[in-house]
């Protein structure tokens, strides 16, 4: 058999002050839904997992959907290569995380990409600091 709890009157003293004072307490959902109408125009393509030859094969046709679909700020997501197979082989360097520099730096100098790209830019920390970039298509 359960033992029944007794609620202690501090308990309810501070339950019914809680109950009392709703209007302090901020409403998480206005700020989810104000966010996801910010980034309505943003689409994402995390490359966590792939090749290099992978990768830059899927951002191509990513960038080349988007611009055609019309949206103007895409967010690659690179990772930072920290679990990265760099660090067992001796030959490579180990500051070098390879889809987080090669990936924007094969799309700027492929000629056909490029034309369609405004700038490059680091992710702001909540869409994935260092390890993500933002593309701006034109």
């Not at 995380?97 to 490029?114: A, H, R």
């Amino acid at each position: 058999m359960k033992k029944k709890y007794t609620i202690s009157p501090k308990d309810v003293e501070e339950w019914s002050t809680f109950i009392e004072n709703l209007n302090n307490i901020e409403n998480k959902d206005s700020d989810y839904s104000k966010k996801k109408k910010e980034n309505k125009n943003l689409l994402k393509l995390d490359l966590h997992g792939l090749s290099l030859a992978e990768a830059n094969n899927t951002v191509t046709k990513f960038i080349n959907d988007s611009f055609k679909k019309n949206y103007k700020k895409l967010l690659i997501i690179t990772g930072k290569g920290l679990r990265s197979k760099v660090y067992n082989d001796p030959y490579r360097s180990k500051k070098m995380s390879i889809l987080k520099n090669s990936v924007p730096d094969y799309i700027e100098s492929n000629e056909d990409l490029s034309k369609k790209i405004k700038k490059i830019s680091q992710a702001s920390l909540q869409d994935g600091g260092d390890g993500a970039f933002y593309i701006f298509l034109k």
